[in-house]
C-alpha cells in the first residue's frame, strides 16, 4: 500500500509501466465533469471507473483483494477525504464467499488492521498482496478508480 500526493505520481511509474498512462489520464482530465462510470485508458490493461457515492462507517468495512489488478485510489471531490482499512492479504482468514474471477475481487470479513484517510490531491496504490477496504467515513465523494493490469 502507498499514500502520496499526485505531485510524487512519478516516483511510482516504475512499479509497472502503465501506471504513467493513469497518472497522464488523470492529469488531463475535467475531473469535476468527468461522467460516472467506466473510462477505457488502454483497453482493459488500463481504464478508470468513476463514482460518486456516500461514505460508510468504520464498522461496515469490507476488506477485499483483486488477482489481475492494482488500483489506484484518488479523491476529486464531495467532502474531500475518504478513509480506507488495510490488512496484508495473507492475514485475511475468513472469506465472504469464492473468489469472483470475472470481476476480479474477494471479501473478507476480517477486521482491518490499520485505517488511513486519503484526502483530495492524493492517491493510494493497493497491489494485489494489499487487502482493502474503501469508501469509509462521513460525507459523499466523487472518486477514481484506476485499475491497472498486473
Known amino acids: 500500500m502507498i499514500i502520496d500526493s499526485i505531485q ?6 516504475s512499479l509497472n509501466p502503465r501506471i504513467k498512462a493513469a497518472f497522464d489520464f488523470l492529469a488531463q482530465c475535467n475531473c469535476k465533469t468527468i461522467s460516472e462510470g467506466k473510462h477505457q485508458i488502454i ?6 471507473n468513476v463514482s460518486e457515492l456516500d461514505l ?3 464498522y461496515e468495512a469490507a476488506l477485499e483483494v483483486h488477482n489481475k489488478y492494482i488500483d489506484i485510489q484518488v479523491v476529486i471531490g464531495g467532502a474531500g477525504k475518504e478513509e480506507f ?6 492475514d485475511c482468514k475468513r472469506p465472504k464467499g ?3 474471477e ?10 482491518p488492521q490499520i485505517f488511513y484517510t486519503l484526502r483530495e490531491g492524493q492517491f493510494t496504490i493497493l497491489m ?6 474503501p469508501m469509509l467515513g462521513c460525507g459523499h465523494v466523487k472518486k477514481m478508480i484506476f485499475k491497472i493490469l498486473r
Open 8 to 13: 510524487n505520481a512519478e516516483l511510482y511509474y
Open 85 to 90: 482499512g488495510w490488512s496484508e492479504r495473507k
Open 102 to 111: 470475472e470481476r476480479d475481487v474477494q471479501f473478507f470479513t476480517d477486521e
Open 98 to 100: 469464492e473468489f469472483d
Open 43 to 48: 483497453g482493459d490493461e488500463v481504464f478508470v
Open 56 to 58: 460508510k462507517p468504520r
Open 128 to 133: 494485489p498482496e494489499d487487502a482493502h477496504a
